[in-house]
C-alpha cells in the first residue's frame, strides 16, 4: 500500500511516500531554517505563505523520485495536529484536495505519533508493545505504545519543553537558530560538571518534566556573570546544561520502563538527535538490559515519512478521515482525530 503524506505542522515542507508503514520511496524536504533564521524562531505567517508556495512543487518531486504516478498511489495523510494552525492548514487543505479530487482515502495523523513511527521505517523489526521517549521544541512525553493504535502517555511536560528550553538557552548564549544542534555542538568543547544547574525530577513517582526551572537557573547564572564583570565560557554553561537535561531525559525514561516492564524504548522528535542524549541512553539501557532505538537525524525532525508509516496502522485500524478532517493545534497524544469507518477488510 502506497501512501503519499504531507507534513507542515511547522517550518518544514516535506511530502513523503512510503510502502506498507516500513519502506520510503521518497521523502522531500524543504527547510525553511534559512528564512526564519534572521528572526531568532520561527514566524507562523511566513511559514504558512511558504507552505503555500512550495507544497505543489514538493508533491512533484515525492511523485518523481518514488518513480510514481498518481494512479500508484492508495490513500492520502497528513498531520493534522498538534502544530501551527496556519501552516496545518495549508497541508489539510492540500490533501482533503487530494483524497477527494483522486478519490483516494484520507488519513489524519498525529505528528507527535508520528514521531514515534519513524523508528518503524528506521527498524522494520520493531513492534509494540514498547516505551517512547518523545522529545522536540513543544513536547517531551513518556509514551507507552501497547499497539499500533493505542498510546498511553505516563509523561508529559508541565512548562517548558526540552526542546524549547535548548531554543532559549542558545538564544541568550548567542547561538544562531536553530539552538539545538548549536548547543550539542558547543557542548562537546566545555565541561559538563563546570556548572551544577539543577535536575528537577518533581515528586517521587512522577514521570513528568518541567525545564523551566533550570532555564531559569541558566539564565540566573549568565545574568550573575555579566552584573559581576566575569567572563562567560559559552561551552561550560552549553555543556554543564544539556548534561542536567540529559540526565533527567535518561534516569525517568529507564525508571518507567522498568516500572512498566517494557525492554524496548525508542526516542523520538528533533531533540532525540542529540549526541549525549542517544550516549547517555545507550549506556544506561545497556546496563538494564533494555534495547534502545532511534531513528537517522533526517528522521527526528519533522519529516512526512514518518506520517506515512503511522498512517498506515491507522488506514489498517480502520481510523480513517474524510473532508471534515481539519486541524487541530493543540491536539493530545492519543486523541485521535480521525472516525472510526470500520477494520478495512
Known sequence: MNILSIETSCDETSVAIVTDGRRVLSNQIYSQIDIHQKYGGVVP????????????????????????????????????????????????????????????????????????????????????????????????????????????????????????????????????????????????????????????????????????????????????????????VAEDVAASFQQAVVEVLVEKAIACAAEYHLDKLCLAGGVSANSALRAAMQSACDAQGIALYYPDPILCTDNAAMIGSMAYYNFKAGRLGDLTLNAKPGMSIGDSPLKKKGRPQ
Open 45 to 232: 505567517e511566513i511559514a504558512s505563505r511558504n507552505h503555500v508556495i512550495k507544497l505543489p512543487y514538493i508533491i512533484e518531486d515525492a511523485l518523481a523520485e518514488a518513480r510514481l504516478t498518481w494512479d500508484g498511489i492508495d490513500a492520502i495523510a497528513v498531520a493534522n495536529g498538534p502544530g501551527l494552525v496556519g501552516a496545518l492548514l495549508i497541508g489539510v487543505s492540500e490533501a482533503k484536495a487530494l483524497a477527494y479530487s483522486l478519490k483516494k482515502p484520507l488519513i489524519g495523523v498525529n505528528h507527535i505519533e508520528g514521531h514515534i513511527a519513524a523508528n518503524f521505517l528506521q527498524y522494520p523489526e520493531l513492534e509494540p508493545p514498547l516505551l517512547a521517549l518523545v522529545t522536540s521544541g513543544g513536547h517531551s512525553n513518556l509514551i507507552i505504545l501497547r499497539d499500533y493504535d493505542h498510546f498511553e502517555v505516563v509523561g508529559r511536560t508541565r512548562d517548558d519543553a526540552a526542546g524549547e528550553a535548548y531554543d532559549k538557552i542558545a538564544r541568550v548564549l548567542g547561538f544562531p537558530y536553530p539552538g539545538g544542534p548549536r548547543i550539542d555542538a558547543a557542548a562537546k568543547r566545555g565541561n559538563p560538571r563546570a556548572i551544577d544547574f539543577p535536575r528537577v525530577t518533581l515528586e517521587k513517582g512522577s514521570y513528568d518534566f518541567s525545564f523551566s526551572g533550570l532555564k531559569s537557573a541558566v539564565l540566573n547564572y549568565l545574568n550573575g556573570k555579566k552584573m559581576k564583570g566575569e567572563p562567560v
